[in-house]
């Protein structure tokens, strides 16, 4: 699970954040926090993975707990901005101090959600390579540069297509059309649509199975 902790100095807007961060699969939310002070000291407790940061906190600036973690000797967490903050200067700051996304209110799930998985899916691909060539590289830096409903052609939704991708992620050999539909309750055209697209993409690979008589059955499973 990818432990997130969520700041916001409103309580209520945290805890949507926190919501919308825990419908996303393989996500969980370990603390809120909503001042700087609080944030640091989360931290250093919980040592999330990731922490959703807003940058206007009633006792300092998002940015300088991010600077603060860096200096500390221990596992640092990846930080997605979160922020009513329009302004360039903010944008370059975060961007410099490393921030993996950049995110401004109000947003609905859909949004978070594709930042999530853009995250979820570039540790993925991290933690799988050894060596990286310089297309590894390019891959990487496309995973978070691009989130996966950017580009989504019509009547496909970033939702199902979540639910589709984490269907054969989690399988624990390669998958049918037919049983992600099962997985994922939609029809068995519909799960074909989606896996087609997810293909195109590079994000699972399509194989195929051979059997006695007629056309040999096609099988997905994630890219390596």
Known sequence: MIRTLVVDDDYRVAGIHAAYVNRVGEFTVVGEAHNAAEAAAAIGRLRPDLVLLDLYLPDGHGLDVVRAVAEEAMPHPDFIVITAARDVQSVRKAMQLG???????????????????????????????????????????????????????KRHSAPTMALVRDAVQRAAADVSAAEVAALVGVSRPTAQRYLSYLTQQGVVELSLRYGGQGRPEQRYRTSH
């Open 99 to 153: 921030a993996v996304h950049y995110l401004v209110k109000p947003f609905g799930f859909g949004k978070l959600q594709d930042r999530l998985v853009a995250y979820r899916d570039l540790r993925r691909r991290l933690h799988q390579l050894g060596e990286a060539s310089q297309d590894d590289v390019d891959a990487l830096y496309a995973t978070m540069r691009t989130p996966p409903s950017a580009t989504l052609p």
